[in-house]
């Protein structure tokens, strides 16, 4: 029986030591998930269900082998024995480099997380009076937020007597709409509540 640094078993089921995986010759730790007793993928003497399917690493079926068999068509490529249809009857193991395999899936993921983007509601709010400057500098940022992927909520606030003159915010919100046409839509129209009148812009 192989015996590790420091004379501990290892790779061999029924040890406690950790697994090992070869990787192009070399020997690296197999990490497991602390919150389950098995890895979520069984790597080469990490699987124990005998016989399976072995897929060779050009996709070419190699039949139904012992895991025996199995490890030895992988050691003679120099690469891994990898789990990748526990369920099947009998399960599915490819052989392949195990490091390159995760190293594409960890590329792909961030990727994916590059290209998510989270859309928020984003909100400027004016008021009936506003003079062209601050209109204009508010206006400012819900463009730069519309660029930004973002909805924009566009609040008119009244006060007092000016409840009484609810048009003259209307026209502040339609000027605001006109305004970012060119890479907006009025997703919701403006819409009275209480003292304020909001209405919700999107990117087109």
Known sequence: MERGNGGEESGFP???SPPFLSCGGERHLAIESPNNKAPRIRVNRQIRISPIRVIAP??????VLTVEEALAAAQERGLDLVEVAPLA????AKIMDYGKFKFEQ????????????VIH???????????D??????????????????????TMMYRGRQMAHIDLGREVLDRVANELKDIAKIEQDPKLEGRNMSMVLAPK
């Open 89 to 92: 009857r009998p399960p599915v």
């Open 106 to 117: 960890a590329k792909a993921a961030r990727a994916a997380k590059k290209k998510q983007h």
């Open 121 to 131: 509601l984003k909100e400027v709010k004016y008021r009936p009076g506003i003079d």
């Open 133 to 154: 400057h601050d209109f204009a500098f508010k206006t400012r940022h819900a463009r730069e937020f519309l660029q930004d992927g973002n909805k924009v909520k566009v």
């Open 58 to 63: 050009d996709g070419a079926q190699l039949g």
């Open 14 to 16: 029924g040890t406690r």
